[in-house]
């Protein structure tokens, strides 16, 4: 029997005991290392969707193989691997994942667990090794870090320039670790300059050690990111304003607006002005392939080529046993966290 929090009522997770299946044709079980809590998994503690919410409950999962199911090889008893959540229940088959996009997989696996959890059983797929001398705490970062690389790598001005964006100027508004991220993502594909807005002193001081300016997201903040002028902007924070039609607002002529977070309630926008500004807008979800090269391996490389710079990312670790009060202090914004994980060992 293993342990697995479970999504019960609105902030409330149960801790249960599971019996765990041995791995299948092509499965590997893995003994999880660290979990981290993203805003998708918090919004869905806070507010519990109607149906199914696995895909959601701890996808940023770094774990050790424990067991081989029938057919599987590359893999060894002990391998650190990182789990791609995508591959880990695509069936590998349908068009969209013979397409490199098997986040549109039609025919998804369930998983008896996910991440939360002492342990879980995957693809064989979705088991991506951990470069050596990466920590497994900042190895769960490789999950946000993909889904922002697959923004970045898609965008018109990344397109038009083989993958780079030498000489832009880049502008970030939202200062979790979405876009932390993407501010280092930015400086590792070229950029000139890189701008982040940040709400609070913690945030500002995480985007400065990553080689960005660091600005308030305030009256000032924005003014200044205006003048700023970026080519491209990403949008990586969500919450209840009309942030779309301000960063279209804040855009250089002939920019461009990426965005990664998941936006709340309507987003209205000022069409024509950005029609005759000539501005595009692009919407990135999850992560992919790009020209035959997975954004979860592009994400481990950048952090295995840093993993010192990345690793203050993660600001706090708690056990299984307190993965509630690991929650209540990730919904802490304000309380100097940036990314807390789940450790089931402690």
Known sequence: ?????????????????????????????LAIDACGICGTTLDAWK???????????????????????????????????????????????CEDCLAGAPFACRNRLGLPTWGFADEMIVRQAGALPVPAGLPQRTATLAEPLASVIHGMRNSVAALRHGG????????????????LLSAAVARQMGAAAVTVL???????????????????????GWAALRAEAPSLTVLAAGGGEPLLDRALSVTARRGEVVVLALLAGDQPVNARRAVLRDQRIGFSISYGELDGLRDMDVALAILAADPEGFAPLVTDAFSLADVEAAFHAAADRAGGRLRVVVEPRG
């Not at 424990?66 to 691997?81: E, F, I, M, S």
């Not at 964006?165 to 979790?176: C, N």
């Open 198 to 220: 940040a709400r609070h002193p913690h945030q500002r001081a995480a985007a400065e050690a990553l080689g960005a300016v660091a600005l308030g997201d305030d009256a000032q």
């Open 47 to 93: 507010a519990p969707p109607p149906g199914d919410s696995t895909g959601i409950w701890g996808h940023e999962v770094a774990g050790r193989v424990t067991a081989l199911g029938p057919g599987v090889a590359g893999l060894a008893l002990g391998d650190r691997v990182c789990v791609e959540p995508n591959l880990a229940v695509a069936c590998g088959a």
């Open 164 to 179: 780079r964006l030498e000489g832009a100027r880049v502008g970030v508004i939202g200062a979790g670790v979405l876009g």
């Open 1 to 29: 029997m293993i342990r697995a929090a479970v999504l019960g009522d609105k902030a409330r997770l149960d801790l249960r005991s599971v019996e765990l299946r041995p791995p299948g044709a092509g499965e590997v079980r």
